[in-house]
């Protein structure tokens, strides 16, 4: 009886804890020197999207064209995306080797 109950509790927290890491899901880019990873992720309006830096440099992330809007990226950062549509947009890194890559936040 005391191993079936024991057996029972395991279960019970896998699935808890199975449970709690998908409440928590979110869309996360992590930029590299090389590129983005995904190069695209897709969201709802409303939602935000997590940055992470893992360059080894200084990142500063810009969406749009003349009027773009940027921002400098140290080891983390969020951005919450209210209006339905596709941007694009262009990572530098500076302090290692320069360099720049792409990618895309698709709002639906």
Same mark, same amino acid.
């Given at each position: 009886?005391?191993? +079936?109950? +024991? *057996?029972?509790?395991? %279960?019970?927290?896998?699935?808890? &804890?199975?449970? &709690?890491? @998908?409440?928590?899901?979110? +869309?996360?880019? @992590? ?17 935000? #999207?997590?940055? #992470?830096?893992? *360059? ?11 009027? +773009? ?16 549509? @596709?941007?694009?947009? @262009? ?12 990618? %895309?936040?698709?709002?639906?």
């Amino acid at each position: 009886m005391k191993r +079936a109950i +024991a *057996s029972m509790a395991g %279960t019970v927290v896998v699935c808890l &804890a199975l449970a &709690a890491g @998908t409440a928590w899901a979110e +869309a996360k880019v @992590t930029i590299t020197r090389e590129e983005s990873k995904p190069k695209a992720v897709e969201v709802k309006a409303g939602e935000e #999207v997590r940055w #992470v830096n893992a *360059s080894g440099g200084t990142a500063h992330v810009s969406f749009g064209g003349s009027d +773009a809007v940027r921002f400098y990226l140290g080891k983390e950062g969020r951005v919450k995306f209210d209006k339905p549509g @596709t941007y694009d947009y @262009t990572v530098h890194i500076s302090g290692t080797k320069t360099h720049s890559h792409t990618g %895309t936040v698709v709002v639906k």
